[in-house]
DNA sequence: TTGTGCCTC
DNA sequence: CAACGAGGCACAA
């Protein structure tokens, strides 16, 4: 929700770059409005700040992107175009062949979650436009100012010029963490393991519920499943949600939308409906495809998930392998991970503070030794310790840097974490931002080698259990994946795992022995398909996995 | 490894 | 007057 996508900007001719900052209006309570209107006040406000000149600066980049692809597409032979869709066809095939349509998974999602919240406290609020945030940055609007085209990621003071009237409430994390518990306590009811993508969203896989009810001579459909999961979020935080139920995340992230506000949308598990659904689906609406990439695609003549299809080749002969294994799996519609928010392991804290712009030097120092200790506390709290630390600075023309220094020894001690940042820090620069990030992560709490993987995430999962069982679950999850490519070497014994494809046994001879084995089988399996229709769901999960490596 | 860019909420 | 903060991942050199 809290959008920090920048604001859309749609395909300007290079010759009048203007419309850098135009609106985004293909967002949920924003159809219909007086766009030509409301541009006009955007562009007057923004014109000539620095801000609106690096937007600038950025989209004249972007634009010779898009000059290099279409150079690049025009050089490709028959030949070569013959050859990518092919080798495309081949990865459908492949990938057609792990599509898992036996899972119900539901996407839900809080509407307006700040604004609703401060809605609910404040009833006189109710019947006004009012959004959450500063006059520097909104997070949130309600329904009514979104009439005005005041939304997410919009600065206060250029909301309040499209309607002056608007009520701008400061944040209050703290409450809205709050009801965040509340809401995941009936998440908990579906999926004891759902996985929340922020405060306002989660994904749930519901067909262990659905299954138990059935055992239970209750049985319910998804639909009435999540019908009755938004009314206990009605009931116990008077807040409305929106949901999508899909095969997978990625889609059930799609159809959450589809009824926005307090609805849902169902897709069917089934192929057909899958592909009709996506048919006519512009990327834009897809998790991980942004207002670059939607640029660089729309130049390919690419706006649907079904061009996406239709000009497969391009993708294949113009773009890296992780990306158009990602654009092939969006056109076909089955999920890819992460998308999916699935949990991961922290890589990095970090702390960052924007400023009134300065070239003092003692100053930026000051900021950056206030950085280091909040960040020694953060990682304080977490139990961690690093051995990377990073300075990002933003200047006040808003281009952004880092710069990154090993530390001898893992730390958590904001002394040395300051040092390390300050030797970082370039002399004679205006700043508007500074930030500090540890990176490189160690748990310091085991004694002597702590560099050990597996002591670890024996420590993490301590630690995690005491916030959340599911995560501890997944935590668990995530290393018997890892089990799988890196032989733990506290051990000795030889790991087995079975082939998710022909079942057999194999011992952990190598992830490249293991890959090529997996890929003989595939290949036969493509050749005889007919032979999947046996796999279960768990030879499925491990097969994602295998992908997911090959695409690294 | 270092640094940039894109993306998400 | 005035355009966030925190984090992950891909990619290139």
Known sequence: MAGTSDVATEKCSPAESLGVMKLNDHKAGMQGLDTAKINQIIEEASKGSQFYQHKQKNQERINA???NL?????????????????????????????????????????????AAVEMRDCPELKTKPMAVGSSAMLTTSNYHARRFGVRAAMPGFIAKK????????????????????????????????????????????????????????????????????RAKILESTQLTASAGIAPNGMLAKVCSDKNKPNGQFV????????????????????????????????SLGVGTCRDLWDKRELLYLLFSESSYDYFLRVALGIGSFGGDGSERERKSVSCETTFRSTSEHEELCDIIRQLSNDL??????????????????????????????QLLDPTRDGAVIAKAALSLLP???????????????????????????????TLDELLLAAECPARKKRKLDAQVSNSLTEPDP??????????????????????????????????QQVLYPETTSTGCSSSQAKLDRYVIRRAK
């Open 65 to 67: 992107k898009i000059a």
């Open 70 to 114: 279409k150079a690049s597409c025009a050089k490709l032979s028959e030949e070569q175009k013959k050859l990518g869709r092919a080798k495309m066809d081949s990865l459908a095939r492949k990938l057609e062949l792990m599509r898992d349509l036996s899972r119900t998974i539901v996407h839900v999602d809080m509407d307006a979650f700040y």
């Open 162 to 229: 499209l309607c002056p009237e608007l009520v701008i409430v400061p944040t209050n994390f703290p409450k809205y963490t709050e009801v965040s518990r509340q809401v995941q306590k009936v998440f908990a009811d579906y999926d004891p393991e759902f996985s929340a993508a922020s405060l306002d969203e989660a994904y749930l896989d519901i067909t262990d519920f659905l299954i138990a009810r059935k055992d239970a001579g209750a049985e319910m459909t998804a639909a009435e499943a999540v019908e009755e999961m």
């Open 267 to 298: 897709l069917e598990n089934t192929r057909e409906a899958v592909m009709e659904f996506i048919k006519d689906l512009p990327i834009r609406k897809i998790s991980g495809i942004g207002n670059v990439t939607e640029q660089l695609l729309g």
């Open 376 to 405: 020694a506390q953060d990682l304080e709290r977490l139990g961690l310790t690093g051995r990377s630390v990073t300075l990002k600075y933003k200047t006040d023309k808003f281009d952004v840097k880092t710069r990154i220094t």
């Open 427 to 457: 002399v004679g620069l205006h700043l508007r931002l500074l930030g500090v990030r540890m990176s490189q992560l160690t748990s310091p709490a085991v004694t002597g080698n702590n560099n050990s993987s597996r002591k670890q995430r």
């Open 490 to 523: 506290t051990t000795t014994t030889p790991l087995l795992f079975t082939c998710p494809v022909c079942h057999s046994w194999r011992t952990s001879d190598g992830e490249v022995a293991l890959n090529s084995h997996i890929d003989e089988c595939l290949n």
